[in-house]
């Protein structure tokens, strides 16, 4: 939101600011501000008893995908030794004489890139494995606090809280502060809009539910 402050009879007053021309819209209180921004930021929020939930959910979660992660491991690291058992055989083989140099050379790049697919597959699983995890604990702990945020009366933290949930949507036109969350505070904008029509597991974890989508990412 790209706004100018001006103080006017022991008043601070905002409006927009526009890049190339100047803008025609009227000001409005700092007071009023801070009450629509705190309007805003608390349809956000996520409430205390689903942030716990939600951290519990992600931490089954970690479990259960280490588990994955594991056994792929140890299936891979199987079938590396099988490779190596298989290059020495053919180096055996070709050393000896039993082997042309064209198919040793074939052959052996051949199981050469087998093996480097399997470490690069090893080593991407083992990085993704978790790297939804951190980001998705960080955002449940902001998400989680915006409702002490809305009620604590520090204009500039709801102005750089404002700018991470509403990004490039948030406006102010005609005295009204407006925006749509960006990902993933619109998935609890839905949630919070969801209560009373969907069971509180649907809202969590059925379809677009908060905790896949962040996961997910």
Not at 193 to 205: A, D, H, R, T
Request: proline residues 2%; positive net charge; contains cysteine.
């Amino acid at each position: 939101m790209m706004i100018t402050a001006e103080k006017q009879k022991g008043h601070i007053y905002y409006r927009c600011t526009k890049k190339k021309v100047r803008c025609l819209q009227p000001y409005i209180r700092e007071e009023e501000l801070d009450r629509q921004l705190s309007s805003l930021i608390q349809k956000v929020s996520l409430r205390a008893d689903w942030a716990e939930k939600l951290l519990a959910m992600a931490e089954k979660d970690k479990a259960v995908s280490a588990q994955s992660v594991s056994a792929f491991v140890q299936e891979s690291q199987i079938k590396i030794r099988a490779i190596n058992t298989k290059l020495q055989r053919l180096l055996d083989g070709y050393l000896e004489q039993d082997i042309e140099r064209e198919i040793y050379r074939e052959q052996k790049t051949k199981l050469l890139m087998e093996k480097k697919s399997l470490d690069e597959k090893m080593a991407r699983i083992e990085q993704k494995q978790n790297d939804w995890l951190e980001p998705f604990q960080s955002w449940i702990k902001v998400a989680s606090t915006l409702v002490k945020i809305a009620r604590d009366n520090d204009l500039l933290q709801k102005k750089v809280i404002a700018k991470e949930i509403f990004g490039s949507n948030l406006r102010l036109a005609s005295r009204a502060v407006r925006g749509e969350p960006v990902f993933p505070y619109l998935s609890a904008l839905r949630a919070a809009e969801s209560v009373g029509q969907k069971s509180e597991s649907l809202i969590l974890v059925g379809g677009a539910g908060i905790e896949p989508a962040l996961s997910a990412v």
